[in-house]
């Protein structure tokens, strides 16, 4: 039987139009789509298209998005046999990461695509992304959430936006790519997690319960200290250089980050680098934060510790959310 995809459009450049202002998202890309592939539908798998009411530039993604993009997958997952989540490229890999987290256990396709320029533009890779998608949703059985992008099929949880303009914009540089397309398309089965039983629950996100705190030349304990003592704060992603190296010669900074610890913040170490892993312990600087009781965070992706922070602590009690930080789940990070 032919197998039957659902494509959810929630904005981005992919069917976006250009506006006094700059491109913004505008309805009506089932119509577009169906024009562009005018007498070939019929070499594709089926598909319907879902519009999402609001449409939006993804770089005002916000954590509650999630919730509700899940929502709608999970509402549909019975009635198809995959589903290609058409995206902007701005937050595409939080968003892939986060859906692979709610997902885990998934037995179908979630390809998470987008393009830099739009369908509506005669030059585009618009058409190529979403043909892809639609190939690899439609031919394998793929149990992971994906992003495809320039003929690339990589696992959403170790995907990156690496280009603002190049149509090669997203990669997974601590991971093997799981498929490739040229003349002929080819998926590295080897590669894929193994297929679950899906069964998924849906959480509520604290949009302030997970920060970011980047570690600079210079950076004084107050920005520390102004981010980590809000209550709402639970989780802390910092950013340091190399192998997970901070500045430790700063003692007032390495107190506000060991103050934080001893109140329960979980905070997890994800380096600047584009490639390659925390070794937290490879230099004294970095050693310092394993005695304050800093999670390493391997070879996440930033993108990847962020979503799986807000995920756990949303999900699970802290002791359990913290232990999940420091081992993989699924696929996110090589042990
Ligand atoms: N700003 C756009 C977005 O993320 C960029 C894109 O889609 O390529 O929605």
């Not at 979503?307 to 990070?333: D, F, I, W």
Request: aromatic share 8%; glycine share 10%; charged share 20%.
């Amino acid at each position: 039987m032919k197998r039957k995809i659902l494509i959810i459009y929630a904005g981005g450049t992919i069917g976006m139009q250009a506006s006094e202002n700059g491109y913004v998202p505008v309805a009506g890309f089932e119509q577009q789509l169906r024009e562009q592939l005018d007498g070939h539908a019929g070499q594709l798998p089926g598909f319907d298209v879902l519009e999402l009411a609001q449409l939006i530039d993804s770089a005002n993604l916000q954590p509650h998005h999630w919730t509700e993009l899940a929502r709608v997958i999970q509402q549909y997952w019975p009635l198809y046999d995959g589903f290609i989540l058409l995206h902007g490229t701005d937050t595409m890999a939080y968003t892939a990461s986060m859906l692979s987290f709610i997902f885990q256990g998934m037995d179908k396709p979630v390809i998470v695509t987008g393009s830099q320029i739009p369908l509506s533009e005669l030059r585009n890779d618009a058409r190529d992304n979403l043909l892809t998608s639609l190939m690899f949703a439609g031919r394998y059985d793929i149990p992971e959430v994906c992003i495809c992008f320039n003929g690339r099929l990589l696992r959403g949880n170790r995907s990156r936006k690496v280009k603002t303009t190049g149509l090669d914009a997203f990669d997974s540089p601590n991971a093997g790519w799981l498929g490739q397309v040229g003349i002929n398309i080819d998926l590295y089965s080897e590669r894929l997690l193994p297929a679950g039983k899906a069964d998924f629950a849906l959480p509520a996100f604290n949009p302030e319960a997970v920060v970011v705190l980047p570690v600079y030349p210079g950076v004084p304990a107050r920005i520390a200290r102004d981010l980590l003592n809000h209550k709402e704060v639970k989780g802390v992603i910092l950013h340091t250089y190399g192998a997970g190296n901070p500045p430790d010669a700063n003692g007032e900074l390495m107190a506000e980050l060991e103050g934080a610890v001893k109140r329960g913040v979980i905070i997890v170490n994800v380096t600047q680098c584009l490639q390659g892993s925390v070794i937290q312990g490879a230099y004294a600087t970095g050693a310092t934060l394993n005695r304050i009781g800093v999670v390493p965070g391997c070879d996440l992706t930033l993108e990847a510790a962020f979503t799986k922070l807000h995920y756990l602590l949303a999900t699970q009690s802290p002791e359990s959310a913290r232990e999940m930080m420091s081992r993989n789940v699924c696929g996110e990070m090589t042990e």
